[in-house]
């Protein structure tokens, strides 16, 4: 057990270094993307230019200066290239609004998407089996931006329900706080509460046809206790796996399109300017922070099935 | 696997084997919503590719051809197709212009159906790249696992980890720039293979996890065993024994991969990174039609309504596919 | 400079209150006479964020725009609207510079007693300072005073200080040495760039998240880059005034609150609505007709100094053949242009826009006329028909880039746009190494109001730099480049000035560029701020002096 858990987590920093080092190439091979140039200025002539790569390291070899980056990004010292701001410093402050959005969104997603996806498998092949589906099925089929857009068009806009989005911090505010995440916890649930649903309605499905659920049928429990107490739960745990992946993706980035709609101030709009100015700092932190939170959310999954399933960890055909 | 459908003609003596194949297309007819909305895509898909038609004969312009300071003539009246305030006419019932006009003075309807075909061929194309890629990579993985398999699942893993946004706006800013130049092939920075290739890429790991669980199942089967003793070799086991079993899997995670290719093409136009301007796709439309949305909403409407009709369809007909090509299926409907 | 306007190629939704903007609860003083309350908090809103919160570093519109009522030169420009504000005046300096025969020697005095913000004496020797830190901050400004004599040798390490400037801080007197004679150097005296720091200011680093204190009526109280800043009255100012500044304008408010908001269409409705005091960016051209018409007590166009023109490679084929340059000249259609821009891009054929001396107008390609344009190319049938068009991601500048696309194949091209990312557009066309820079989209904002710094950034032969190149045209013509040279080391007087026009029309009959529209900018209030006191400076955008509330 403590091998495989080993071995899984020197496979997750093999993981990470791979997308650091892929990370770094991309951007020192993107052409008229070197940073003294523009940060030297419009006018700048060739010597001034030299002394700004100069003072940016930026005269070192690429692996010294992959190294330095790493470094500095292990030591919390990474500046960005376009302004003098400290790029931990700055994930820090956008946090809180990432993980407002993505808790919030996430509890409401599995909120819904368990109470529809439980709806849904009961009443299998009627309609409101059907209507579900549909509607699950609209739901992964929309596009973020886009649902942002229209969302905000029509109840921001036209009708002034909502806020534009801009995020409040909870200490200031936990009633605005909450009034400006309403739309964006939306946007972002509504195209998982549409997977999972489909997902747990599957599992329960297949799970109402074991053996075991035809015992506990067979001891006189009723359907409802069945349903709740052995089919759910036992349904529940692939969705947990699946939900463990998923959050580490959106925190790690996957927001970047809901926060740079509605304007929160986020790791991911952190990200997206970066990508804009092709500052390569925030953006090696933000990707690796991102990376990091996915491969672990794997790693802990992978790990807690080998510790659950004693054929996974024993046997030859065992997942890496 | 004779099984006693409504659909035997009279009982005769004999009894007719049907294939499962046969079974799946049965099951599916049944299914008259997913055979709806398979028809819907074919629908718009045919709308698309009619598109040099419609610009010839009805919009009489193409989708990049700017009209800023001409006129045309609106209920009697020579109107400016662009005000000379920057404001486009709107929709109305005529040849010309009849989902208006842009910015750019240039046709928004023209623009839809070619920026349809735009998305739906990078959708599809990326499909193509994407099973191919995942198919060997997963038989691989699963036929012959130790070290190989734990090479390919990390080179997954990393695929999987990054972030795809950000990895998708990367590899588009960075290739649109120079273009790529593999060995003797030229990409140039605004052909469409550039997204293709990226969104071919990214979705990899997604079908190729499925493929190499399965592949490692079935090859503790008998007939593989069987296979080995006969002495075939590992590929021709892997093309004629391993390939068929999971080529139901395959074909409804390719059609739900089309839906996501162009859900992601999409999100990569709409940052500028995937279809290069002035080439339309409904992702570049709803990126322009963004800066217009107080006074001409339409245009951010119609191409994301778009997407979603097509990318529904799509996801409603692989639903259907699934069902019918699993077995389990029946017997779950009937509780 | 260029209007490199930092914004995210990622839009953001519409709005309808201004996002993210704290309330401003303004309060009214009671004033006696003189017209006006004086005070209040106002608030201010722009795309992007001041690129540096640095007197020396700072090199965008918005943050001249902010820090030139922070920090005073030793020149200063006029506080008033349209011509006017284009002439040099003495700031911290008594008078204007003395300035030797030979025209290499400058001597100026600065004013006695004055302090900054925070107490301590403003010295002669600051001055230095802050040259100083243009070359160890790597300043983009600092090209401009490489004339000075010793300052390459300081900026290079070679030596402590620069040796072509002597102060006295017990007299206040200023001697500066330059190594040839410079007609715009008033003018660079009046920029930002030499405004005196006190040397507790690093030297060698950018200060933005804790600037210098000021020397000017407001001073920065709060900066957290890149979303807001607090501007409050600078307690010292009346020191400065005291000594005699006279032409150095007053505040009218007592707090200004400066935040980006990238959402333009927010930023709008927040001015409607009184949510927001000022937007510095002008409105999108779908709001621009709204605003015209329901707003115009408090919305006027205002005139700015820039040219919109497309380069034309001038070393390669096509376009080193003048007919085919001239038939882009005949070709494009400002009307179209100036659509594209909401109707703010006035039209225009010359190298200077309206408003810089030496600007005269004259119709060298009267046009749109594509029969014309048809013609002279199939006269000059060239036998490359490959381009590639550049632009930048900017939505306006996007469009403008698939307008000359689109114009360019119906001319019988075959062009390819390419698109790039805002801010790396320039240094990407600047890099004389980026294959096929045939065409592209590019804007010239003024530094200062004098021609030279049109014509030697942007069409002086030596100018061709490898990396940060202006000329992207890559001009070359000597004789003109003599010329060049010649006026610069003169005065600007009206003879130079029609000397300066000459130039212009000498370059235009050689088709270097294919300019289209100077861009013109708004003013656009709130309710409670007086409309006719508020003006846009030709050179610092809006003048946040002449903010005051009714």
Redesign the interface.
Known sequence: MLRFAVRRLA?MT???F??SV??FL??N??????PA?????????????A??RA?MGLDQSLPVQYLTMMRRIFTGQLTSY????NVAEQIWKGLPATLSLCIGAALLWMAVAVWFGYLSAVR??RFTD?AL??LA??G???????L???L??FL??KV?LF????YVPLSESPVRWAYHLILPWVTLAVLYVGFYSRVLRSNM??A??EDYVRTARAKGLSDRQVRLRHVLRNSMIPIVTLFGLDFG?VV???A??TE????L?GVGLY???A????DLPP?MA??MF??FF??LF?AIVDILYAFLDPRIRLG??A?? | MAAPTTEDAAPTADVEGRSPWHLAWARLRRNRIAIGFGVLFLLIAVFCLAAPLWAEYVAHTGPNQNHITDKITIDGRLTNVVSTDGIPIGPGLRGRYLLGADQNGRDVMVRLMYGGRTSIYIGVLAAVITTVLAVVVGMLAGYYRGWVDAVLSRILDVIWAFPVLLLGIALGTTLALGGLSIGGLQITGNSLWIPILIIGLVYVPYMARPVRGEILALREKEFVEAAVAQGKGPLRIMVSELLPNIISTVIVFCTLNIANNMLLESALSFLGAGVRPPNASWGTMIADGYQTIYTAPHLTIVPGLMIVLTVLSLNVFGDGLRDALDPRATIRLER | MRRLRRIVTILAATAVTGAGVAGCGGTKSITGAGGGAKGGEVNVTMTSFPDYVDPQLSYTVEGWEVLWNVYTPLLTYRHQKGDAGVDVVPGLAKDMPQVSEDGKTYKLTLRPNMKYSDGTPIKASDFTYAIKRLFKANSGGSVFYEGIVGAKDFAEGKSDTITGITTDDNTGDITIALERPNGTFNNILGLMFAAPVPPTTPLDKESTNNPPPASGPFVITRVDAPNTLTMERNPQFNTVKDAGATEVADAQVDKILVSQNKNNSAQVTGVQQNTIDFMSDPPDADRLPEVKAKFSDRFRMEDSINTYYFWMNTQKAPFNDLKVRQAINYAIDPEALNRVFGGRLHPTQQILPPGMPGYDEYKLYPGPDMEKAKQLLAEANPADKDITVWTDDEPDRKRIGEYYHDLLNQLGFNAELKVIAGDVYFTTIGNTSTPDLDTGFTDWFQDFPHPDDFFRPLLNGENILPTNNSNFSQVKIPANDATMDKLVEQQLTDDVRKQYAELDKSYMEQAVWAPYGNEQFTTFLSDRMNFDKSYRHLLFSQDYTSFALK
Do not use: C, H
């Open positions: 496979g093999v993981v990470l791979a997308i892929i990370v991309i951007f091979v993107i052409p008229n993307s070197d140039a523009r940060i030297a200025g419009k006018n700048a002539n060739p010597a001034l230019i002394r700004v003072d376009s302004s003098n701001q299998a092949g059907r589906t549909i099925l609209v992964i089929s929309l596009p973020v931006f886009w942002a857009a229209i905000l068009y921001s806009y002034q806020p534009t989005g801009s499905l297949d109402m046809n993706a790690g980035g996957g970047i399109l740079t709609v509605f304007n101030n990200a997206g300017q990508i804009g100015k092709l953006l933000v990707t991102g990376a996915i491969v794997n030859e055909s997942p890496v």
